[in-house]
């Protein structure tokens, strides 16, 4: 019986502590579901990223960030000397951050010269919260710091279809693809099929013909030269030529007097000369009739004045010479 009494209790006391653990261990997880409902959750890390990894100087960069503090932030730079630096105009130096943490800057641009190894492109928040990526700055063999890419054609001028040779420097890292275009006023032309290939040393080379079906009216060109991260550019200036075609020129027509009619006709002799007026135009038919007739005219007018007073004084001396015929008869 004491037994069983001593037993009862036992029990008794087993589950009622074992129901306070219980509501014990069930209280703490409520709590920690409390706490673990209104504790701020850690901001996600800020990043920034480049639109290239590497390549020479003086590049245009395209720079991405999220997760920053919205408001201003300042873009700047540290060497491969650690040494820092501020972006000069026309690149950007600052930006702004949207109110979801991010911002685009297209409009980085390194300094024309530095040393060669890893650049840090800087942020600096509205809070003071500072990120960076890292760029390489590469150089070809034998060149200290690699400047900005450039292209040179030869000749600076032609006319459709004539050969064209360029080459192009500081095109980093090897490899790097490079598309050639050519923009006549609105029009872009890709010269090659596919891009080309930068050498060991960043160089590009060859030649092009200039299209055939340009625009007339434009006798200025620009062939310029991207890599496909649009980050290494350069162009040069192409002159047209001959793309006007020059207008024939109609002959001009022969223009054939009219014949004009004349008052009177003029008889044929019907000797060798017969034809004679038919050789001159009606204008010198007229002058010549008119000189022969002038002629005729004077010669007509001597015959009175000189011809006739001389037959006049013939008959009076006849009438002087009858009487002394007579007489002598």
């Known amino acids: ?135 390489a700055v590469l150089a070809a063999p034998g060149i200290a710091a690699a400047g900005p890419p450039t292209l040179v054609i030869n000749p600076l001028s032609g006319k459709p279809g004539d050969l064209v040779a360029f ?39 060859g030649s092009f013909s200039v299209p055939q079906g340009l625009d007339p009216t434009q006798s200025a060109a620009t062939v310029s030269a991207v890599d496909a991260s649009n980050a290494l550019q350069a162009q040069t200036p192409l002159t047209l030529l001959n793309l006007v075609p020059t207008p024939s020129v109609s002959p001009t027509p022969a223009i054939t007097p009219t014949p004009r009619s004349v008052a009177y006709s003029v008889p044929s002799t019907g000797g060798p000369g017969g034809g004679l007026f038919a050789l001159f135009g009606g204008d010198t038919t007229i002058i010549v009739l008119l000189i022969v007739g002038g002629s005729l005219g004077i010669a007509a007018l001597m015959l009175i004045l000189f011809l006739v007073p001389w037959g006049e004084r013939e008959r009076e001396r006849e009438r002087r010479q009858k009487p002394l015929r007579s007489r002598q008869w």
């Open 1 to 135: 019986m004491f037994y069983r009494i001593v037993y009862q209790k036992s029990m008794l006391v087993i589950s009622v502590l074992a129901v306070v653990v219980m509501l014990y261990m069930s209280g703490s997880v409520m709590v920690s579901d409390v706490y673990a409902s209104t504790k701020p959750k850690p901001k996600p890390k800020a990043t920034l990223t480049l639109n290239i990894p590497c390549g020479p100087l003086c590049v245009r960069l395209t720079v991405k960030g999220k997760n920053f503090h919205a408001g201003q932030a300042s873009l700047s730079y540290v060497d491969a000397l650690n040494v820092p630096g501020i972006f000069a105009a026309p690149s950007d130096n600052r930006v702004q951050v949207a109110q979801d943490g991010t911002f685009t800057s297209t409009n980085v641009i390194l300094p024309v010269t530095g040393p060669v190894g890893t650049w840090k492109i800087v942020i600096t928040d509205s809070v003071g919260m500072v990120v960076s990526a890292g760029y």
């Open 167 to 205: 080459t192009g420097n500081n095109w980093l890292p090897q490899g790097t693809s490079v598309t050639l275009r050519l923009q006549v006023g609105t029009t872009t032309i890709a010269l090659f099929g596919s891009p080309l290939l930068a050498d060991t040393n960043g160089a590009i080379m």
